[in-house]
């Protein structure tokens, strides 16, 4: 008796996802706020002024705008990306911090129907013993990624269900293919 072939199993789609946070965009014109008075304080400064107070009012409203503006606009939105590779996860306008999860290093995906930035600490990339380490931009669903060991990963995201169908799908073919070999 002949067996038939089975039939190659077909490759998930990539699948891509974001989520976005427009609060950040209120921090982050609080920060070029302080910038606009580091600014006009150096430009408008009387003449009987003393120097040293001067010259330290100036740098640290720059410096606080410079850190505002660029702390929160990494997090005004991200981008996640599930392929045959990995798991990868851009943040903000230029994609960093970023961070890229081999699935070989993934044990599982599952749905986080409420994430709370309250809960990890605020907006942000966040590190808690208990949760692991997460890039978390808004409250709302999101995914959490087994990494073994008791290790995870969490993102917030739009069509969080999409995305661990997708981590799920590749899971399996890859262990299907490892299993071939």
Same mark, same amino acid.
């Given at each position: #008796? &002949? ?19 427009? #609060?950040?965009?209120? !921090? ?6 302080? !910038? ?19 010259? #330290?009012?100036?740098?640290?409203? !720059?410096?606080?705008? !410079? ?109 299907? &293919?490892?299993?071939?070999?």
């Amino acid at each position: #008796m &002949t067996h038939a072939p089975r039939p190659e199993p077909v490759a998930p789609q990539v699948w891509t996802g974001r989520a976005s946070n427009r #609060m950040q965009w209120v !921090l982050a014109s609080a920060g070029a706020a302080c !910038l606009a008075l580091g600014i006009e304080l150096a430009v408008d400064q009387p003449a009987a002024a003393d120097i040293a107070p001067l010259v #330290m009012s100036v740098v640290g409203c !720059l410096a606080v705008g !410079l850190l505002i503006i660029f702390g929160t606009l990494a997090f005004t939105h991200v981008k996640v990306q599930v392929d045959r590779e990995c798991v990868e996860v851009r943040c903000g306008h230029i994609g960093l911090p970023r961070r890229r999860i081999p699935l070989a290093d993934v044990s599982g995906a599952r749905l986080a129907p409420l994430i709370s930035p309250r809960s990890w600490g605020g907006w942000g990339y966040r590190w808690r013993p208990e949760k692991g380490t997460g890039v978390i931009v808004r409250r709302g669903p999101g995914i959490v990624i087994d990494l073994g060991a008791g290790h995870r990963f969490t993102v917030t995201v739009d069509d969080p269900e999409g995305a661990v169908v997708a981590i799920r799908e590749w899971l399996r073919l890859r262990a299907r &293919t490892l299993a071939g070999s």
